[in-house]
């Protein structure tokens, strides 16, 4: 198995009231979230982003540490699962001139209002079954997307996240280290329907054979 290791430790952190999150949010705002359409990404603030717009201030911290990690140059290919509009790979692609890099989304909408010089590079799939052929990118990366699945497509997601990569990958996956992380997850959450504690999900990685890095999205 990989490490446990934060690679997003440059991504700019907001301040969150998760309390007051939590206290806001319906299960009829989860249900609408979990459609990843307009109105998750583009509506109102209760189902989503309330508007995900391109700001280079989010990714381009941390592509440098990506590229140190993984070793990646122009010779290099990655692949984003759940790429949503493909602000990260517009990114890794100004940064790491020459690189090769692919995104997918369950969602039509990130995908058709995508960046539109990534807009080649993208398309729609889902991360249970990618549209790629064995041992097709260097790294796969998938930012808070595994654990918006059910269990059991968790399990065949990241199984298809190791099938795809020759040389790495890494993932975040919501989830909780005591009781009062996970009261907070539990009101925080909008779209994960698979959050365990970090050792679950670690036995979890173990049992079903997934070998690259990872780390928690904890709020």
Known sequence: MGQEIDLLVNYPRTKRNVDERGQTKSEEDRAIARRFGKE????????GYGGFNYMPRFWQPVIPTFQQHFGLDASSSVLDVGCAKGFMLRDMAELIPG???????????????AIDDMKPHLSVASAVKLPFADKSFDVVISINTVHNLVRDDCAAA???IERVARKGAFITVDAYRDDEEKRRMM??????????HVDEW?????????????????P
């Open 40 to 47: 998750f990404f583009d509506g109102d603030r209760r189902h």
């Open 99 to 113: 690189i090769t890099v692919k995104g997918v989304d369950v969602s039509d909408y990130a995908i058709a209002h």
């Open 158 to 160: 990241l199984r298809e």
């Open 187 to 196: 009101a925080w959450n909008l779209t994960a329907q698979t959050i365990m």
């Open 202 to 218: 670690k036995a979890f990685f173990a049992e079903i054979g997934y070998t690259g890095d990872y780390y928690w999205f904890i």
